[in-house]
């Protein structure tokens, strides 16, 4: 056999080559990288920062909102209509972080549903969203809604009573304006019976401090002693009322908030809760 005819025939390939290609690289039969060491192994390119959950692309977040489609966002944000905390954002793909406050063309936006939740609070619960401050009127509408509610107005731990909550901004403002705000009516219980000549001087105006504080109506009660009085005030705290009977030498023994505007706790037992109607929202809403 000559030369040509004993070596090795084109397109074929060596037994001795195989093993030898085995062990620069590759396991045999696997097809797959036999580093010896990590030193060997190619560097990994920088990973991906991962996505929060909680935050929402600003344009998701504008359209969410109700005031446009995110199509139409794209080009409001572009055009600088759109401020995070105060600062205009241009960049398409910013991400909203939760707590953030967005505003559209100067007014503040919410994608959350609108939630309007009506409390009928019991004694020993506190007025406010923080915590570490024991019982807050928070725990008792937890599951309300899965919306951020926060209470409008305030109702001291011992007080008790109707408290509304919301995260309609433009509802809030209403019970802030004190003028042309939502009347609340009191049920006060002092310690003693209530002089006339005082009566007349809470539905006259007191200036307290150098300030001038009124309410809208002051009365007796029917039926009740003089010690009962009913109240209606355009005001979100009931600071004012303590302030009111403080400079006056009475003590608050009771205070029961028993309506909001239209709406009364009827059907609503102490320590519950109550989603408003449409034609109760309505109503508010032309207050």
């Known amino acids: 056999m000559s030369k040509q005819q004993g070596g090795h025939r084109k397109g074929k390939t060596s037994p001795n080559a195989s093993k ?10 696997k097809g797959k990288p036999a580093f010896k060491n990590n030193t060997d192994a190619p560097k990994k390119g920088p990973q991906p920062k991962k996505s929060n959950p909680n935050e929402i692309r600003l344009n998701k977040y504008v359209a969410n909102s109700g005031v446009c489609s995110r199509r139409e966002a794209d080009v409001h944000i572009a055009t600088g209509l759109v401020t995070v905390d105060g600062k205009v954002i241009v960049e398409m793909g910013y991400k909203v ?8 063309d100067g007014s503040r936006i919410n994608p959350e549903k609108k939630a309007y939740v009506l409390l009928n609070k019991p004694k020993g619960f506190a007025t406010t969203t923080s915590e570490g401050k024991g019982r807050t009127v928070m725990d008792l509408v937890a599951n309300a809604t899965t919306s951020r509610i926060k209470p409008i107005g305030r109702l001291g731990r011992n007080s008790k009573g109707l408290l509304f909550f919301t995260n309609d901004d433009e509802i809030a403002a209403k019970f802030t304006n004190s003028k042309h705000g939502v009347p ?10 209530l002089k006339l000549e005082d009566l007349k001087k809470i539905q006259e105006g007191l200036r307290i401090e150098g300030k001038l504080i009124t309410v809208e109506e002051i009365s007796y009660i029917d039926g009740a002693s003089k010690k009962e009085i009913g109240l209606r005030i355009k005001n979100t705290g009931n600071t004012v009322i303590r302030s009111i009977f403080d400079y006056l030498k009475y003590d ?11 709406l009364t706790k009827k059907d609503i037992p ?7 109607t449409t034609q109760e929202l309505n109503t508010l809403k032309m207050l």
Do not use: M, T
Not at 20 to 29: E, L, R
Not at 184 to 193: D, T
Not at 270 to 276: A, F, M, P, V, Y
């Open 20 to 29: 030898k290609h085995a062990g620069k690289g590759f396991v045999k039969g």
């Open 184 to 193: 609340r009516l009191f049920h006060i219980e002092l310690n003693k019976n």
């Open 252 to 262: 608050i023994e009771s205070l029961d908030c028993v309506a909001i505007g239209h």
């Open 270 to 276: 102490r320590g519950s809760w109550k989603h408003l």
């Open 97 to 104: 972080k939760p707590g953030q406050e967005v505003r559209y």
